[in-house]
């Protein structure tokens, strides 16, 4: 783990589902990489449980688990008398974005369980928040879904991984 002297601590957190990927069981995929300042310093990728209805339902079940990952990085760095404001979780789908921040207007998402909506308290509470990030960007495609080679190398650069050893 490199991380440059005067690097800052902004932790941002990506995360990704790829929505009945598994082809025997059809479970989605969750997929979430952390990063403090400019140092990726965790990285997560495990089948869901539940099998999602829906993409929406997926989608949100990722963010949750990048939620589980912040608070529990804002927690462990108290310890080290380090202070994070608010955790940014960065994520391409809209629906999971909204439904984090407004899940009364979402009647039809009533089979989400309730233990997923502690997300929406979190943002509201302002521990964490989740922001837009255009599809092309999201880091955690690298591991939720096949990609090109191109993008693969994109998304790997964004990492910080290098290309290879001398």
Request: overall charge negative; proline content about 2%; hydrophobic content about 40%.
């Amino acid at each position: 783990l490199w991380y440059p002297k005067g690097s800052g601590i902004e932790t941002i957190v990506y995360a990704d589902s790829d929505h009945a990927g598994d082809y025997v069981d059809r479970k989605s995929t969750s997929g979430i990489c952390t990063f403090m300042g400019c140092c990726l310093i965790y990285w997560f990728l495990k089948k869901q449980i539940a099998l999602a209805i829906s993409t929406t339902k997926a989608e949100y079940v990722s963010v949750e688990k990048a939620c589980q990952q912040a608070l529990w990085m804002k927690q462990a760095l108290i310890d080290y008398e380090i202070c994070l404001d608010d955790i940014q979780i960065m994520y391409d789908k809209k629906g999971a974005i909204s439904l984090s921040k407004n899940p009364v207007q979402h009647l039809s998402m009533k089979h989400i369980k309730i233990h997923h909506h502690f997300l929406y308290d979190n943002v509201k509470k302002g521990d964490i928040s989740i922001e837009k990030v255009p599809s092309e960007d999201e880091i955690a495609d690298i591991l939720t879904k096949p990609l090109k080679r191109e993008m693969f190398n994109y998304l790997r650069l964004g990492l910080g991984m290098i290309e290879q050893i001398d």
